[in-house]
T-cell receptor, first 110, second 111 residues
Framework: QKEVEQNSGPLSVPEGAIASLNCTYS??????FFWYRQYSGKSPELIMS????GDKEDGRFTAQLNKASQYVSLLIRDSQPSDSATYLC??????????FGAGTTVTVRA | DVKVTQSSRYLVKRTGEKVFLECVQD?????MFWYRQDPGLGLRLIYF???????EKGDIPEGYSVSREKKERFSLILESASTNQTSMYLC??????????FGPGTRLTVT
């Protein structure tokens, strides 16, 4: 079992819709969870971090965490063409390391 | 803003060459990391450093070494480049929290 698994995608959504990205992790002791956005040919950019169960909102992005289910998700509301990218889920392994999922590619259709 | 820079965006080397990839961060971060990213395999940790002159192997250290002589600089060395080391190389740094900040990446092609 991979440490971090994401829905494989690609995910295609119309402009203005909600894009929903899912991530599950295997290490029950993980405490810190991150979403990175990576445009084609660019490096990952941190867009959200979440540490407690529940929802965390930042602009059009909402991260949701359920530690009991070992599940973290990212919702992108009012999707824009500029949201077209690959989204990486990352989970802490210990004080230094993160485990990354393989990523979900999102395409927003105009 | 955190600034992580890498010495080259694109690099082409021949098989057997010794290759140096440089990474510099300007935020006084203690921890620095080198990853490679390949399609379908995601980000894989090669080495990381938690302090000057301190290093630890990541998940795929074979064929690589690192050097950290100064806090702001972390170098990745390919002792004898091979074609299977053709990849995107990403440097990252962090301080006390878990968030890692990435440099722009170096796309290395070994022919």
């Amino acid at each position: 079992q991979k440490e971090v698994e994401q829905n494989s995608g690609p995910l295609s959504v119309p402009e203005g819709a909600i894009a929903s990205l899912n991530c599950t992790y295997s290490d029950r002791v993980s405490q810190s969870f991150f979403w990175y956005r990576q445009y084609s040919g660019k490096s990952p950019e941190l867009i959200m971090s979440i540490y407690s169960n529940g929802d965390k909102e930042d602009g059009r992005f909402t991260a949701q965490l359920n530690k009991a289910s070992q599940y973290v998700s990212l919702l992108i509301r009012d999707s824009q063409p500029s949201d077209s990218a690959t989204y990486l889920c990352a989970v802490n392994r210990n004080d230094y390391k993160l485990s990354f999922g393989a990523g979900t590619t999102v395409t927003v259709r105009a | 803003d955190v600034k992580v820079t890498q010495s080259s965006r694109y690099l082409v080397k021949r098989t057997g060459e010794k290759v140096f990839l440089e990474c510099v961060q300007d935020m006084d971060h203690e921890n620095m990391f080198w990853y490679r990213q390949d399609p379908g395999l995601g980000l894989r940790l090669i080495y990381f450093s938690y302090d000057v002159k301190m290093k630890e192997k990541g998940d795929i250290p074979e064929g690589y070494s690192v050097s950290r002589e100064k806090k702001e600089r972390f170098s990745l060395i390919l002792e004898s480049a091979s074609t299977n080391q053709t990849s995107m190389y990403l440097c990252a740094s962090k301080t006390g929290g878990y968030e890692q900040y990435f440099g722009p990446g170096t796309r290395l092609t070994v022919t």
